[in-house]
């Protein structure tokens, strides 16, 4: 990120620039080989510069995780509307425009070993929020083993998608919400309470929904 020739901005928004260019920088590479010189240079300005606005790398490299993890936070805390299929539809959406909007921040936030407590925060929010959105206030071991490892999905699937784009990106956001059902299906092969879960998420979706259309699929497999 570039910027060209030098200009003159504010504190907060050279603080924001030197944020940005640092995720950009961090995390399409390892933070012990991003130099405050490349920071600099990136940003257009010079290395003394930097130390004005940053104690240090470390500093630097801090505020930017910090702000990675609060637009994630941020993005599931937005209110989704419809149907549980629907609003994991929503919400999947919306992960993969921050992922192609910020892949680098998300990316520095997956590499970086100063960043678990971080990642391990916005992750936690997740899954609350998640459990919100599917109206379940208290989950059961099974349900939030599901919910844990449908988020985790979504995260790499999103990261692998930016590496070339090989698959539709509707088609795999739509693959990832029915995905969530067919996690739910297998656990409720093991347990009553999941399978009284799955009953009631399918009962509440039209059949032109996510999951109404996982249904309808999967409808004439388990007769035949």
């Known amino acids: 990120m570039t910027t060209g020739a030098r200009r003159r ?8 620039q030197l944020i940005a260019v640092a995720l950009e920088l961090f995390g399409r590479r390892s933070p012990e080989s991003v130099s405050i010189d490349d920071i600099a240079t ?38 989704c509307e419809g149907t549980p299929g629907e609003r994991l539809s929503l919400l999947t959406s919306r992960f993969f425009d921050f992922a192609e909007a910020h892949g680098a921040g998300l990316s520095a936030l997956r590499r970086a070993t100063a960043a678990e407590r971080l990642l391990e925060e ?8 998640l459990l919100d959105r599917l ?22 699937t999103a990261l692998l998608w930016l590496d070339g784009r090989h698959i539709p990106r509707q088609e795999l956001e739509l693959q ?16 009553d309470g999941m399978a009284a879960l799955l009953r009631d998420l399918l009962a509440k979706e039209p059949q032109d929904t996510p999951f109404g259309r996982l249904a309808a699929r999967l409808a004439p497999l388990a007769i035949g």
């Open 135 to 156: 109206e379940i206030p208290a989950p059961s071991a099974r349900l939030e083993v599901a919910l844990r490892s449908w988020l985790s999905q979504l995260e790499t």
């Open 176 to 191: 990832l919400v029915q995905g969530f059902a067919a996690l739910t299906a297998v656990s409720a092969a093991h347990d």
């Open 42 to 79: 990136a940003a257009g300005i010079s290395r003394p510069l930097v130390y004005h606005y940053f104690a240090g790398k470390p500093d630097l490299y801090q505020a930017a995780l910090r702000r990675a993890a609060d637009e994630l936070t941020a993005l599931f805390a937005e209110p």
């Open 9 to 16: 901005m504010g504190v907060e928004q050279r603080r924001e």
């Open 122 to 129: 916005v992750r936690h929010t997740a899954y609350r929020r």
